[in-house]
Nanobody, 118 residues
Framework: QVQLVESGGGLVQAGGSLRLSCAAS?????MGWVRQTPGKEREFVAA????????AYADSVKGRFTISRDNAKNTVYLQMNSLKPEDTAVYYC??????????????WGQGTQVTVSS
């Protein structure tokens, strides 16, 4: 059984920063972050390979967000800088294939809310 537990969401002003964490149980996976706003489909944000040697980002977050991992702690991070109101969403940690679509992932966390005020 794979469990993914996110933390680190919250309310921040535009231009601010937040760091999300995702603690995973079980074996090491390719990991990703996906976000969703009400009434919209889930949107890929960032991905990282098992080793951490490969990463991928959505164009909308490139240059502002950084995904990283600490395999000794089985934890993945998403550092979010220069946040914009349009980044407001529920952010989900996911595990599975290394991919840039939500369908790449088999396992999902419960989600953490990120709200960026203008």
């Amino acid at each position: 059984q794979v469990q993914l537990v996110e933390s680190g969401g919250g309310l921040v002003q535009a231009g601010g920063s937040l760091r999300l964490s995702c603690a995973a149980s079980g074996r090491t996976f390719n990991m990703g972050w996906v976000r969703q706003t009400p009434g919209k489909e889930r949107e890929f944000v960032a991905a990282i390979s098992r080793s951490g040697g490969s990463t991928a980002y959505a164009d909308s977050v490139k240059g502002r967000f950084t995904i990283s991992r600490d395999n000794a702690k089985n934890t993945v991070y998403l550092q979010m800088n220069s946040l914009k109101p349009e980044d407001t969403a529920v952010y989900y940690c996911a595990a599975g294939l290394f991919g840039t679509t939500p369908g790449s992932y088999e396992y999902w966390g419960q989600g953490t809310q990120v709200t960026v005020s203008s």
